[in-house]
């Protein structure tokens, strides 16, 4: 009779059990507007080509054949206005190929851009909840670049992501 009620007893498990409540907090989404831009300005080449280096900042340098003209005309960097919820961190994509410039004539004469590179250079910081990104890249100019205004409207695309 001990044997028994030792068995009924051992058999007997309380059960437990515990509540956590739930929440989800929705953050502004992160948005990115274009605001300037990317302008080379004036180029000339004196038949060897060569690369006109646009920084973040909007200055200028050359390579090769490449010559700036006392008239730059207007140089400047891309810019970018990023939004979002104030103290968060993002992400710069850039385009990691050339994109192509062309001066609309009907056979179109080409030159390319590429080696992009920003400030800030791969993470940004919304510390007001808004930020500028500035874009500077490299214009490849073949020797002997038939005269005219070449340009792209839709290759230059920069890509933002929260952290």
Do not use: H, K, R
């Amino acid at each position: 009779m001990i044997i028994i009620m030792n068995a009924v007893i051992t058999g007997a498990v309380a059960q437990e059990t515990a509540t956590a409540s739930s929440s989800a907090t929705i953050v502004s989404p992160i948005g990115i507007a274009q605001s300037v831009d990317m302008n080379f300005g004036n180029v000339a080449t004196n038949g060897t080509g060569g690369t006109v280096v646009l920084t973040t900042g909007g200055s200028t340098s050359i390579t090769g054949g490449v010559t700036l003209p006392a008239n730059t005309g207007t140089v400047t960097a891309a810019a970018f206005a990023v939004t979002g919820e104030a103290d968060y961190t993002y992400t710069i994509a850039l385009p990691s190929g050339a994109i192509t410039l062309e001066d609309g004539a009907g056979t179109p004469n080409q030159m390319t851009v590429g080696t992009f590179v920003s400030d800030p250079l791969t993470t940004g910081a919304l510390t007001s909840g808004a930020q500028t990104v500035n874009v500077g890249a490299t214009l490849n100019v073949a020797g002997g670049q038939i005269a005219g205004t070449y340009t792209n409207t839709t290759d230059l695309t920069v890509t933002v992501n929260y952290n």
